[in-house]
């Protein structure tokens, strides 16, 4: 009985972001603890990351006759073809990051492909973890129609002890680890609700 209610489990696919271009980035490490979370304990789930380093900046002169250039319309078939969104996004002065920004932008362009969607959102940094990022995020989202999981929240100060990252970038604090596969679950669970699902 069991497998036959997993083969019908539909699988989630997660198209993931992270809002830093560095290879040793924190929130990149998120990412990637994500998805080796997803591929171990959480079924029903798949994360593909997806770059933005390749984006050039918004500028509508690049849209010629309706149409975008290629890397933005690989980019924005990525996020359309997504059943929900992960966010790792870094603070940069108080707010989201550049490229992230850049990225979020050019989905948008009509047609929005990010609307009617379940999204989360993982930051680690100093300080406040990078919430701030996190809830400029959020207000950005309600004008894409982005629906963000409320809880759990997940902000990691990544400087304080005992050490969260190894010297790569890799999350490996095992309290992180099962804290993010709590928020999987939250979207897995959201993801599956607004699209008329009632199993998790």
């Not at 900046?57 to 849209?63: A, S």
């Not at 809830?135 to 969260?164: C, M, S």
């Not at 804290?179 to 699902?197: H, N, Y």
Request: hydrophobic residues 45%; aromatic residues 10%.
């Amino acid at each position: 009985m069991e497998a036959v209610v997993a083969a019908q489990q539909p699988v989630i696919k997660v198209a993931a972001l992270c809002g830093s271009l560095r290879k040793a980035s924190f929130n990149r490490g998120l990412i990637r603890s994500a998805m080796q979370l997803v591929k171990d304990s959480v079924k029903g789930m798949e994360i593909e990351y997806v770059d933005i380093a390749p984006l050039p900046m918004l500028n509508t002169d690049l849209e010629v006759n309706g149409t975008y250039p290629p890397v933005v319309e690989a980019f924005r078939q990525k996020i359309l073809q997504a059943d929900c969104y992960l966010f790792a996004s870094p603070e940069y002065n108080y707010s989201v990051s550049g490229p992230l920004k850049n990225a979020i932008d050019w989905a948008s362009r009509p047609p929005n492909v990010w609307a009617d969607k379940a999204a989360a959102i993982v930051s680690a940094g100093g300080g406040f973890g990078g919430g701030r990022a996190q809830y400029h995020l959020r207000q950005i989202g309600v004008y894409l129609d982005l629906h963000f999981i409320n809880k759990p929240e997940f902000f990691l100060n990544a400087f304080q002890p005992p050490a969260k990252f190894d010297s790569d970038g890799n999350l490996i604090d095992e309290q992180s680890k099962e804290q993010l596969k709590a928020v999987l679950l939250a979207l897995k669970a959201f993801t599956l609700r607004l699209q008329g699902k009632g199993y998790i």
